[in-house]
């Protein structure tokens, strides 16, 4: 699976939308890459995938560059419950089972 | 469903106590997962299984066992406790073998907060 990078934190004010980057420059072609939050170590939760295409869902946006060597994860309206660490993986769906986890951005959201 | 049910929610152990901590879920899932979590680290990988009987090692499984003889249960078994096993322990599961990239949803417990003394 790609590496990734991510920064180790950022803030935001609540109410704007959080902008969190994610570089995984040496992406393959048929590697997802898969976003998980963790709320104040509770169990990681799923945010959103994608392989090419920009996707939405009631959570979140993500864009991906068009060179898919990184993407961005948008909460267009943030709120103080956002405040978690965010983390970006890339993988094969049905690849390596060895799902790998760095360390995240954490995100906080300032009133 | 309750999803991923992580049992206890909280451990203390002397050095040398041996110990399971359960993980169950109801979703049907055939692959599970043992991750640890140590302060300012992402999630490491102990044992995972892709279905009743297939177990393997992940990143960091020695000081670890783990069997799979159900779809629903998964139990990390501590053989003897070290100090160094202090942490954070999380069980996830998932659909295995879903094409598309959405069958790749890992569901979290709660987790179980392991102090060994």
């Known amino acids: 699976d790609a590496k990734t990078t991510q920064p180790p934190s950022m803030d935001c004010a609540e109410g704007r939308a959080a902008n969190l980057p994610c570089n995984h420059s040496t992406i393959s072609g048929n590697e997802y890459v898969y976003w998980y939050r963790q709320i104040h170590s509770q169990g990681p939760q799923y945010i959103i995938h994608?392989?090419?295409n920009n996707e939405t869902n009631e959570m979140a946006s993500l864009i991906i560059t068009e060179d898919r060597k990184s993407s961005t994860l948008i909460l267009p309206h943030a709120t103080l419950r956002d405040t978690a660490v965010y983390y970006c993986?890339?993988?094969?769906?049905?690849?390596?089972?060895?799902?790998?986890f760095g360390k995240g951005t954490k995100l906080t959201v300032n009133p | 469903n309750a999803g991923v049910t992580q049992t206890p929610k909280f451990q203390v152990l002397k050095t040398g106590q041996s110990m399971t901590l359960q993980c169950a879920q109801d979703?049907?899932?055939?692959?599970m997962s043992w991750y640890r979590q140590d302060p300012g680290m992402g999630l490491r990988l102990i044992h995972y299984?892709?279905?009743?009987?297939i177990t393997d090692q992940g990143e960091v499984p020695n000081g670890y066992n783990v069997s799979r003889s159900t779809t629903e249960d998964f139990p990390l078994r501590l053989l003897s406790a070290a100090p160094s096993q202090t942490s954070v322990y999380f069980c996830a599961s998932r659909n295995w073998g879903t094409g598309g990239g959405g069958g790749e949803k890992l569901f979290f417990g709660s987790g179980t907060q392991l102090s060994v003394l």
């Open positions: 299984s892709v279905g009743a009987g």
């Open positions: 993986i890339v993988r094969v769906p049905g690849g390596s089972e060895k799902l790998v």
């Open positions: 979703m049907n899932h055939e692959y």
């Open positions: 994608g392989l090419k």
